[in-house]
C-alpha cells in the first residue's frame, strides 16, 4: 500500500501562484508513476498532469498547459505541483495519484491508478 498526503492548497487571487506538495510513504515512491487530478464542485474528476518513475517525462492537460509544472523528489518520496496565472477555473479540489504501470501505458483513466490522496482545496478568486 501506498499513502499520499497533499498540502499547499489555499485561496489565491486569478494571476497568482501556488506549490501543491504530495508526500508519499508505504513503499519506495520511485516505483510508482505519479499525477495530479482535479474535481471541481458538480463535475467529474479530471487529469491535470502526469510523470514517470524517473522524473523524464511528463504530460498535461490541455488546459494547464505552460501554466503548470509537475515535477518530483524522489530522495524525499514528494510529488509537487507549480501551479502560475491561476485562473478562477482552475479552482477545485487537487489530489495526487500514484500507478504502478509504466508511463506509456498510465492514460488519464481514473482506473490506472492505483492509489489516491484525500485531496487538497484551492480556490482562485477572480
Known amino acids: 500500500q501506498v499513502q499520499l498526503v497533499e498540502s499547499g492548497g489555499g485561496l489565491v487571487q486569478a494571476g497568482g501562484s501556488l506549490r501543491l506538495s504530495c508526500v508519499a510513504s508505504?513503499?519506495?515512491?520511485?516505483?510508482?508513476?505519479a499525477g495530479w487530478f482535479r474535481q471541481a464542485p458538480g463535475k467529474e474528476r479530471e487529469f491535470v498532469a502526469r510523470?514517470?518513475?524517473?522524473?523524464?517525462?511528463?504530460d498535461y492537460a490541455d488546459s494547464v498547459k505552460g501554466r503548470f509544472t509537475i515535477s518530483r523528489e524522489n530522495a524525499r518520496d514528494t510529488l509537487y505541483l507549480q501551479m502560475n496565472s491561476l485562473k478562477p477555473e482552475d479552482t477545485a479540489v487537487y489530489y495526487c495519484?500514484?500507478?504502478?504501470?509504466?508511463?506509456?501505458?498510465?492514460?488519464?483513466?481514473?482506473?490506472?491508478?492505483?492509489?489516491w490522496g484525500q485531496g487538497t482545496q484551492v480556490t482562485v478568486s477572480s
Open positions: 495519484a500514484a500507478s504502478g504501470r509504466t508511463f506509456l501505458s498510465t492514460t488519464a483513466e481514473r482506473s490506472d491508478w492505483d492509489y
Open positions: 510523470i514517470s518513475k524517473s522524473g523524464s517525462f511528463s
Open positions: 508505504g513503499r519506495p515512491f520511485s516505483k510508482y508513476g
